[in-house]
């Protein structure tokens, strides 16, 4: 009966979904304003806030970062313009599910631009 319940509790446990999804938001240095489709996507930015990458992975916020700080799958502006995760604006959204993080990936980059943070999100 033992070797019952413990077989019980493995396949409950293999089969609950898990929730593996992040979205983050990267710091962008100032310079990203250089970038013409940057500027274009933040019309109405005054300056006041800083500028931000907006991004969902499957992998852990500072694993995704590093990866697009390398090169691997990156996005250019973080890549290039990319300082360091931001996590007091996403923290307390993770983890999720895929389609939970892609819906809040968008929902979060545009709240952002609407407090006034010069956002892309990709």
Partial sequence: MKAMHSQAQFLHVVSMPRHHHHVYVVELSRQVLSEGRF?????????????VYVGMTGQSPDVRFDKHKAGLKSNRFVREYG????????????????????????????????????????
């Fill in 39 to 51: 500027k274009k996507a933040n019309p109405d930015y005054l300056g006041d806030k800083p500028c």
């Fill in 83 to 122: 300082l360091r995760l931001m996590p007091e604006l996403y923290e307390c959204f993770n983890p999720m599910p895929y389609e939970a993080a892609r819906e809040m990936e968008v929902e979060l980059a545009i709240g952002l631009r609407e407090e006034g943070y010069a956002v892309w999100q990709a």
